[in-house]
Each structure stands twice: as C-alpha cells, then as structure tokens.
C-alpha cells in the first residue's frame, strides 16, 4: 500500500515538473489561472508553448518570479515578452533558460541566478534572446549555447567582470543593440561556430576584457553592418573571419591567436600602426573585402594574402598605410581609394588609384591606371608593373638627389601618358647642369606625354621622351644650377642669414670646388645638424674682436682718469690749508707726467651663438695733465696695446695691434669730482679663422682695420670725516669714499 502511494505521488510530481501559460484570465504571472498548474515555483519550470489564437504573450511580471527553469516552446507566434511591472519585480531562476523552438523572445525583468553561470540554450541562431534587464545578480556570468543573446549594455550579462562563455555545438552569439563596451572576457568553449553579430552599422561593441578559449582551435566570427571594437588581447586559435562590417584592431594581438584571418565582404580596420604575419584571404561573397588604416597609422601585412573563394579584389581605404611585404596570389584587382599601398614585394594584381591615393614601394604589381599618385621606391628606389596608364587628373612623383640617382618606374609592356603631371621632388643637395634621370623606361613603347611639370626647387629642367620620334622612356634633364636646403622650418638669426646668402647666389659658383664641397656636405647633414652647420659657416664668431675692442677701450681709459680721481681722494692742499682748502694757488699752472703698464686676461663662455674664447691684453699707455687752476685739469695721453684671442673649439685665432689718444677735462672740488674722456683706438686685426667640413679643411686668413671711439664720463663724492681739530697724518687720508 505504501509503494502504491509512492508511486502515485512521484507520477503525480511529474506531472507537474512544469507549469503552461496560457493567459487565460489575464496577463499576470501571480495569476494561477493563466497558468496550467498554478503559479510556477522551483522546482516546476514556467513554459510557454506555441498557443496561437490570439492569446496574450506579453506577460506583466506583476510580482517577484521564479521557476526552476524558463523554457520557450513556441514554434510560431507568438514570441513571449515577459516585462515587471515595477523595477523591483525580478525574475529568479534555478537552473537555465532554454529554447525548444526557433522563436526570438525578450526578458525585460532583472534576472537573479546564484549557481554558477546561467545557461542559456537553444536551437541555433533561429533561437534567439533579448535581455534588458539589470542582471548583476546573475553571479557567474552566463554562458550561451545555440542562442544569439541580444542585449544593450554589459551590465545585462550578469556581475561585473564575469566572463560570458560560447559553448554550443552549433552557432553561439552576442546580438549587441546599443554601443556599449563590454568590460568581460569572452571564452569560446567550442570548435563549432561563436559569433558576435552588430546589425546596425552605427553600433560599436568595444571588448575591454580578451577572447580566449577553453577549447583549443576555437573559431570566431563578426557579422553584421556595425562595428567591434577590439581592445584588449585575442586568444583564440581557431579561424577569425570577418564577414560584415567593421573589425578595429589597433595591434596584432587583437587579431586572434590563430594563423589566418579570412576577410569576406568587410573591413578590416588598423587604428594604430602594427605588423602580422598571418595569412590573410580574400572572399568576393557578398562584397569586396576593405583594408582600412586610419590616417597617419600603418598596416605592414608580412604573410600571404591570398583568394579564399574565387577571385577576390581587395579595396585600400583610410587615409594610412598599407605595406604589401609578404606573399600576394589573389588574382582580383586592387583599388587603392584612400591613403598609401606600399607594395614592397610580388603583387600580381592590377592596381587602381583613385584621386588622391598614392602608390608606392619597391615591389612590383600588374598592370596600374593612375588616377592619383605614384611615386616608386621607398624615398629613392624603383617599382616594375606590367603597364602603366597615367590618366589626366595623375601625378608622378619624381624624388631625385644631387648625386644623379632618382626614382624609376619600369614598365614591362608600354605606357600611356594622358597628360597629368610630374612633380619633381630635389632632395637637398647642388644640382648640376646635365644631369640626367631617366624615370619611366618601358619594354614596348611611351605613348604620349606629361601635360605639366612642377619642382620643389627653383630649378630649371626639362623632359625628354627618347628615342626621338619612337620613345621607349622618359628622361629628367637639369638645365640650370640650383640648390635645395633641407626642410627645417623657420630658421631665425644668423642660420637664416647664412642660409639666405648662400642660396641668393646667382650665377650658382658651380666652378668653385671649395664651395661645392662645403654646400654639398652641408646639406648633407641632418636637420638638427644644419641649422649648426649654417651657424658654423656665419661670421658671428667675429664679434668677439669687436667685445675685445671694448674691453681694452675700458681698460685702457682708467689711467687717464684716475689722475683727476686721486687728486680729490687725497687732497693734500687741503690738507694743507684747512682753514682755506681751496688756496693752493702754488700747484696752478703745473703738469705732471705719468706712465702705465697694463695686463688683462680674459675667458669668456659660448653665448648667443657665438664661441667662447679666451683673450690676454698686453699695454702700455703714457701721459701728462695740467692744472689750470686749482680746480680745472687738462689731461692726454697716448698708448699701444698687443691683444691675443684663441677662439674654443679649435676656430681660430686673432692678434691685434692698437694705438690709443684720448684727451680729457676734469674738474675738483674738496668733496668731489667729474672728467670728460673722449678716446679714440685704431684697430689692426690679423685673423686665421679655420673652415673644417667634410672634404674640407681650410684657414680662411683676414687682415683689416677698425677704429673705436669711447666718451667717458666718470665721477664722485667723499664724506670727509676729518675736521680742523683732527690730527693730521700727512701720509694717510681719513675718509668715506
């Protein structure tokens, strides 16, 4: 009887393992009688079926929920919209959310889940969930198996920093709505298909957290017309395929851990510059592939690039780099619309330029109609392709140097010259008249010519399309001497006078070998280093003879002072006559003679783009003052002074000679004095100044003349602290001065 009973009771519980909406009362989910078996509970699921007929589907979550599991078992209409009617009515499940049907259905409540992560299964991508609700208290994460999971904010996914996990066996995904950064890893858990699908193309789901694996060869596809925005490390070794949208990367590590990458119909974006060796292929289906690098960044592709299915054409757009320096066999065309292609090794493609992009590198391509730019090599270097069409609207650009190498095109068939330009690009240096560049050279024919030719320089050149009359290249004539300065920006002081001098010039001295080598050298050198080396060719060294010049001016003007000077520091009339320290008439009328020798040495640091020197003066001066009266003196005199300067820096020397005559006037009185100096120097400088660049080393020797002429005005006044009553000391004088 017992087991009877038991039995009966674990029929009856299986019965009622889950509980049907129907909706037949209403749309509340506390309302037992819209609901098969009550209002589920743990452990009975909450189901709903494909019941059709109109019956609601959207059901108000009028009070807290919880089941053991939500299953959705509709294979038609109606899809379920289970929404609180207050923020606080939350949904709390046992076990999983789980799909039966291919039905896509949406959960507007706050999810609570405490068991780990919270499952999520369906069907496949036709299984497909919409949470909108602030899911933190999902503890673990959720994992999604066969489902696309739509959601807006990461937030929805459950507590911060959990991962959400893709292990499904067949296809897994993320539907993100809204631009969001999602601050989680992702982990791929299996080898079939994981996705990550942004329909709208003006959504961007950032991933702050990495995409790894917990299976090994892992796969990851994009879909959909917006944006992922890589932004930590991928690791992942199965297949990344591109199939919609755009993919942003900004280093190699965001490109998955695997060895190849298959863009299909999408872009692949570099917003930063980086390299990788992985192989790239091409699918034609349902778009043509773009490589996007933003402007001022580049992408060097180091690895094969290759057709995935049929032939592939691949577009070049932003305004960066492309760097082609690996393996190319995709047999489609290529479109450079925006920004740089470098192709720096075999590329069999034919290329296109449009307006604007540029072509470059020192590889080789099919045939290429340029309707941009193209400048072979990397700086100086040459490109072959196997025809060239330079339409109206082109440029070539031509970098060429002094030296007579420049750029080159080779062109296995013939090309075709629609006009366009040719824009010269000198690179700094002396140009000679005769020197030659041929730049396009083809196998079967030149047809046409350059409409218009544009220089970097004042030069004068010229294009000659050789053979006469059946042109198989073009060739580069210079016809007139110029000269290229580097680019430095604005110069200012003596560099730019310097610089302005040496390239004002007119005839260019071409037949002076001194100043060929030393311009050439000069522009040589790095920017930093010519605006030295233009300070290094200025005279401003020079001015050191005119601060020498001042200094003995100064020096030698003292003695012929300090005679008027010390008759008032020591006045010995008026030591004399204290009473009356004006009479002195006995000294008026008197002259008296004097003589000096002087000696000064001098260091002086480099400033103001100068050179330091070091300076030893060596004189001596002679003279006489007269005193008029006891207060008035006239005083002259005459000197020679022999000054020596050594400029630092091993830049020479100067030796002066220089004659002196300065008369004065000065007057005294007891408690002070004032003299007038007018003093005149004739210079003669004899200067070695030693010219040292590469190829060249030179003294450059200067004799010439100056002439000083210094005004004096000197003064002073003493605090006597004697009086009539003091002892007086005939050979010292008590004062202030």
Known sequence: MFLRKLVVMAMTTALVSASDWSGAVNQDWSNAGNWSAGVPSPPVDARFNAIGGGSPNTINLDTPGSALSIIFNSFDNPQYIITPTVPANTLEINDKISFTDGGAHTINAALIYGGGSLVIQGIGVASNLTLTGDNTAVIGGMTINDVL????????????????????????GLNPTSSFALNRNIELGTTATSIIDIVNAGVTLTTNGSITETVGGAPLTKHGNGTLFINAPTTFTGLLTIS????????????????????????????????????????????????????GKSLTLTGTVADNAGAAQLNKTGGGTLLLNGINTYSGPTNVQEGILSVNSALPSIVNIAAGARLKGIGSTGAVTNDGIIAPGNSIGSMTVASYTHNAGATFELEINAAGAGDVLNVTNGATLNGGTLSVLATPGVYIPGTLYSFLVTGTGLTGTFGTVIENAPGDVQVNYLPLGAPTFAQLEILGAFIVAPNVGTLSGNARSVQNYLFSITPFPTDNPDFLNVITALLALSPEDYKKGLINLSPAQFGALAQQNLQKSITFSDPYVSSVEQRMWCDRCALLS?????????????????????????????????????????????????LFRNNLMLSGGFGYSYASLDWKQGKGEANTNTLYIAPSIGYSELNYFVNLLLQGGFNWHD???????????????????????????????????????????????????
């Open 149 to 172: 999971l739509s959601i807006s904010d990461d937030i929805q996914l459950g507590t911060p920093n959990t991962p959400v996990k893709m292990t499904g066996a067949g296809i897994s």
């Open 244 to 295: 919609e949208g755009i993919y942003s990367a900004a280093t190699n590590t965001q490109l998955g851990g695997g060895p190849t990458l298959v863009l299909r119909g999408a872009t692949l974006q570099a917003r930063d510059s980086f390299s990788t060796n992985k192989e790239l292929r091409l699918d034609p289906i349902p778009l043509v592939p773009n490589i996007e690098v933003l402007t």
């Open 578 to 626: 204290p009473d009356k320290p004006k009479s002195c008439p006995t000294e008026a009328g008197q002259t008296t003679m004097w003589g000096t020798a002087i000696g000064q040495w001098l260091f002086q640091d480099s400033v103001e783009g100068q050179y330091g020197y070091r300076d030893s003066i060596y004189g001596i001066s002679i003279g006489a003052t007269h």
């Open 687 to 737: 200067v070695d100044r030693k010219i040292r660049y590469t190829g060249v080393s030179r003294t450059a020797h200067n004799t010439h003349m100056s002439y000083d002429l210094l005004a004096r005005v000197d003064g002073g006044y003493k605090f006597r602290l004697l009086t009539s009553k003091t002892n007086r000391n005939m050979l010292f004088c008590y004062e202030i001065q």
